[in-house]
């Protein structure tokens, strides 16, 4: 199946400027670089003018008088690819940063989520990124990131061009239409063929992605190693080079909320606090992580603020585990005669949870713990939120 993906933001510093100032939508627009000494990328309508990348601007502006020159500002380019990388993550848990525009995607066990083929998913992404962030994408939909990057390429090529496709700027390389393909794509141009390897492949007449795939192993090997034998497998469609989960995780999780009216029962706060440690051990859970330590924090009505912690010996991911804890917490910085806003709760220290030792020396109750909260989790997820609660004795 064709399940990798490859997303690839077009002209994205230039689509970046055109979100934040709309007038410079359909325009021939070019980002400066290197304080402001040269183009570093351009609209179509800039290419289509033909100013070449890489162009010094004292050249460009004389030459080019009638496209628009804007400074460039990496800063602000990162942080909406931060938020685009993270609404990718919306669509498969395994999303590989490539570079600051450009991530695989491996949607392999998502079919049967979505219940629509790969193709229809990268239609729905692009549709997805164009709505929320104003910027295009182009997707390769192949069985390999070497195929998929190519299958990229032509992808917004026929956007540029204008060729009508079933789904536009996505463009899928499958075992039908994949040796025309690779007869078409010239040497040079598959991805992890350095530029340098060009008189090497003149030299044995390789030109074509297509007379690379002919090549004898046993050769291969000698001249360019493992990524040579690697690269002949992915160009023929057998996956060699895996996606590499992007993900970071987070360093703490917390959930804080003010009360509806200033209080001072303490079976509501507790109330609160519960409602927060199980959003916060569900969190934890859903990214298999574990807490090494926690805070509560209480906000009097005058808004000064008590905290008071934790640190616990061994990680912990289940609010049963960690009820008992957070009371005591709770309990050391109540004071009946104070007003209370808001309360909240923090864990970190945080590690996978799958690092922990667990198994022979886990300690009996905390599995059953663990393994109540799994269940909680199930309820809600047929039930919805809020199904259960843990029920408090107090006042
Ligand atoms: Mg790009």
Redesign the pocket.
């Known amino acids: 199946m064709e399940n990798i993906l490859l997303v690839?933001?077009?002209?994205?510093f230039v689509s970046c400027e055109q979100m934040f100032n709309p007038e410079l939508e359909g325009k021939a627009v070019c980002v400066l670089g290197n304080n402001d000494g040269c183009v570093i990328a351009r609209s179509n309508e800039a290419k289509e003018m033909g100013i070449p990348m890489g162009l010094p601007y004292f050249i460009a502006k004389k030459k080019f008088k009638d496209a628009i020159y804007v400074s460039g500002n990496r800063k602000k380019y990162s942080e909406i690819s931060k938020k685009i990388m993270k609404r990718l993550l919306d669509f498969t848990p395994c999303v590989e940063k490539y570079s600051i525009?450009?991530a695989f995607l491996d949607i392999r066990g998502m079919e049967k989520f979505y219940k629509i083929s790969s193709i229809q998913v990268a239609d729905k992404i692009r549709k997805t990124i164009k709505e929320e962030f104003k910027i295009n994408v182009s997707i390769g939909v192949s069985k390999t990131k070497t195929l998929s990057k190519i299958a990229s390429e032509i992808a917004k090529f026929k956007v540029r061009k204008k060729i009508k496709d079933e789904y536009e700027g996505v463009f899928k390389i499958d075992d039908e239409n994949r040796e025309k393909i690779l007869s078409q794509t010239k040497i040079e141009d598959v991805w992890g063929i350095g530029r340098n390897l060009h008189k090497f492949f003149r030299k044995h007449n390789v030109r074509l992605a297509s007379d690379f795939c002919e090549l004898d192993d046993d050769f291969l090997k000698r001249n360019l190693g493992k990524r040579g034998l690697e690269l002949k497998q992915e160009l023929k469609g057998n996956l060699q080079l895996k996606v590499i989960d992007y993900y970071v995780p987070p360093k703490s999780v917390s959930r804080t909320s003010t009360f509806k009216k200033s209080t001072n029962s303490k079976t509501y706060i507790l109330n609160e606090l519960n409602a927060h440690l199980h959003e916060v051990c569900k969190e934890l859970r859903q990214n298999k992580l574990s807490a090494g330590g926690m805070s509560v924090l209480l906000r009097y009505k005058d808004f000064r603020v008590v905290v008071n912690k934790i640190d616990f010996k061994s990680p912990k991911s289940s609010e049963f585990e960690l009820y008992k804890e957070m009371h005591n917490l709770f309990e050391e910085l109540y004071k009946e005669s104070a007003i209370y806003r808001s309360s909240g709760v923090i864990v970190y220290k945080l590690t996978p949870t799958e690092d922990i030792q667990q198994g022979l020396f886990e300690d009996v109750e905390a599995k059953k713990k663990r393994k109540l909260s799994d269940a909680w989790d199930k309820i809600e997820q047929k039930f919805g939120y809020g199904a259960i609660n843990i029920g408090i004795k107090h006042d």
Not at 8 to 12: G, I, L, S
């Open positions: 690839d933001c077009d002209n994205f525009d450009e």
